[in-house]
Every structure is written in structure tokens, then in C-alpha cells.
């Protein structure tokens, strides 16, 4: 069995110039990145396919490893320091590819868009298993954001991504101007029981989650209407990021530090937040979704028609003509 976070091993190179090496895309097959595991090539969805191409790691330095992480995203093809940066979070044990169908939408309407991977999730080297708790998550992006960024963000959260972005926001809010919340799933206590198993449990539990049938049948409760071929290649495709070697120890890690529980703030958050939700989510409620609209101090509220759970994916159109208008209504 692996151990996670472990103390990274001592180095006889000087970390800090390693920083001279700059991203790292890879030279993969077909353009795709090194990094990413092999079975990216069974993947049949163009738009994901393209966009795995794009990804790339870049260094973020962060204090609880003991050095950098090479921290994989998908930064945008041009930068500007006219219009805030959109930052796109993913969901629970997902990665950047999430926002395959959107992020591009997102380019093409002149938005500076980031994709970015959480921490312990997505395609960065982990080899030296930092942990993965929710603070070092946080810091994780807060770095990043420091690092490559650099300017106050709107920041876009789906699912538990929802929960992981108002984090954030309260714990660092010179660096988010607005909010993006996708459904509202911001109500779980953590990881509730599942905190306290023992290891060997906690190990075969999370060794269901990278399973496809499980998978499969997750997203055919979180999509509305989708066929069941396209269920099955986003199954591929949402899974891709369990196949690298330390995706059980950071899932474990993150499992049994109890995971987020930001109900407490909530109504902490100053900014301007849109919430969208699905018209047929059967994961979260959309009464919860009202509940939430009701306790954030500043918030607007939009349903995507025949919808479910991931409307960023199953309707990008939609969700990107509410997020380019959220973000213009701020604007002179």
C-alpha cells in the first residue's frame, strides 16, 4: 500500500532553477502531452481530445511540499489585462477536461479562460504524494493564482467544485472579483463517516471509484438525455486522471481529512455570484439551489433547460451566453 503525504525525498539540485524549465507540454502521441496515460487514445470526443492536447504543467511552489508542483491546467491562448480572468474549477475527482465543450465557446467569446486541475485531481505530478486536505488545496490554487495569474479572478466552480470556490473566496478575496457556482453542492458536511475508516477500507473504497461501471453509471444519473455511447466515452474521458499513480493516495488523503464543509461561509462571501443549475439535476436538488441563492448576500439565480447535473457540459452554449453576461453586466 502507498503512503501519502510523505515528506518529500532530499534533492541534490537546486529547485529554484528548476523553475528555468517553463511548462511542460510533453511530446506525446497525436500532440497529446506525455503525462497523460495512455488511454487518452480511446478517447473518441473531439472536444476533449483537443483540449488534452493543450494541457501542460507549470510550476507552483507551495510550503506544505517542501518545494514546487508541477501543476497541470490549460492556460488560455491569449492574456489580457483588460478584463478579469476566468478560472474554471472541475468537479469531484475530475480533471480540466471537464470543460471541454465550453472552454472553447469561452475563447471564441474573448474571455481569458483557465482550466485549471485541483490539487490531488487532474494530471499533476504527484509523485512525491503531497497531501491533499482541503487547506492544501487551497493553497495549492492560491499560489497558482499567485504564481501565473496574478489579477483578481472570476472564479467559476461546478459541483464540488462549488464548495472548493467559496473556500477559496473567503479565505483569500483580494484575488476573486466575481463567482460562478454550478448547482449547489455546498451543503455536504465533508466526508461525513467516511473520514474515520480505516485505511485498508478507505484503499478498496476508492478503488471502486476509478471502476467503469461505476463511473457509467454516475454520469448516466448526472446527464439528462445523453446517448448511451456518449455516456460511455465520457466515462473514458472523466476517468482518465484515476489511471496515473497517485491518484488512490491523494483520493485517500483527501477522503480521510475530512474534506470541505463551508456552510458556516456562505453568507461570508461579499461578491457577486451567479448560480446555475440544471432543470433536471438529480444529484442536488434545485430547492438547494434557491436555499443557497437566498443565503448568499449577492447572488443571482439561472436555470439551463434540459439539463442535468453538468450543464457546462451538456449545455455550454447556454451557460457560457449567462457567463459572458454576468461577467459584461459588471462592466462600463
Known amino acids: 500500500m502507498s503512503v501519502f503525504c510523505r515528506s518529500p525525498p532530499l534533492m541534490s539540485v537546486d529547485v529554484g532553477r528548476r523553475w528555468d524549465l517553463g511548462p511542460l507540454k510533453g511530446n506525446g502521441a497525436n500532440g497529446f502531452p506525455s503525462f497523460l496515460p495512455k488511454d487518452v487514445e480511446k478517447i ?22 517542501d518545494g514546487y508542483i508541477m501543476s497541470s491546467c490549460v492556460k ?5 489585462n ?7 474549477l472541475h468537479s469531484f475527482d475530475s480533471s480540466c477536461l471537464e470543460w471541454r465543450r465550453a472552454h472553447p465557446l469561452l475563447e471564441n467569446a474573448g474571455l481569458e479562460a483557465w482550466a485549471v486541475d ?13 497531501c491533499c486536505s482541503v487547506p492544501s488545496k487551497r493553497e495549492h490554487l492560491y499560489q497558482l493564482w499567485k504564481s501565473h495569474i496574478k489579477r483578481p479572478m472570476v472564479l467559476v466552480g461546478p459541483s464540488l467544485g462549488a464548495a472548493a470556490a467559496i473556500d477559496f473566496t473567503v479565505n483569500h478575496p483580494e484575488a476573486v472579483e466575481k463567482l460562478i457556482l ?6 455536504a458536511e465533508g466526508t461525513g463517516h467516511l473520514a474515520r475508516l480505516p485505511k485498508t477500507v478507505a484503499y478498496a473504497g476508492v478503488s471502486l471509484l476509478r471502476s467503469t461501471p461505476l463511473r457509467l453509471y454516475a454520469n ?9 455511447a456518449r455516456s460511455y466515452d ?7 486522471h484515476c489511471l496515473l499513480p497517485w491518484w488512490k493516495d491523494a483520493t485517500v488523503n483527501f477522503m480521510r481529512s475530512g474534506g470541505y464543509n463551508v456552510i458556516s461561509q456562505i453568507k461570508e462571501v461579499k461578491q ?13 436538488s434545485n430547492r438547494l439551489a434557491v436555499r443557497l441563492h437566498a443565503e448568499l448576500p449577492n447572488a443571482i439565480l439561472k436555470q439551463v433547460s434540459n439539463s442535468g447535473h453538468l450543464p457546462h457540459v451538456e449545455k455550454p452554449k447556454d451557460v457560457v451566453k449567462l457567463i459572458e453576461d454576468f461577467i459584461g453586466s459588471g462592466r462600463s
Open 44 to 65: 473518441r470526443d473531439p472536444f476533449a481530445r483537443r483540449l488534452a492536447q493543450r494541457i501542460e504543467r507549470l510550476p507552483v511552489e507551495v510550503g506544505f511540499s
Open 76 to 80: 488560455p491562448l491569449t492574456q489580457s
Open 82 to 88: 483588460e478584463a478579469s480572468p476566468l478560472v474554471l
Open 118 to 130: 485541483i490539487l490531488g485531481w487532474g494530471f499533476s505530478d504527484l509523485e512525491r504524494r503531497p
Open 182 to 187: 454550478i448547482n449547489a453542492s455546498v451543503y
Open 220 to 228: 448516466l444519473v448526472a446527464f439528462h438525455g445523453v446517448p448511451l
Open 234 to 240: 465520457w466515462t473514458n474521458v472523466g476517468r482518465l
Open 272 to 284: 457577486s455570484v451567479l448560480i446555475i443549475c440544471g432543470e433536471y439535476d438529480r444529484i442536488v
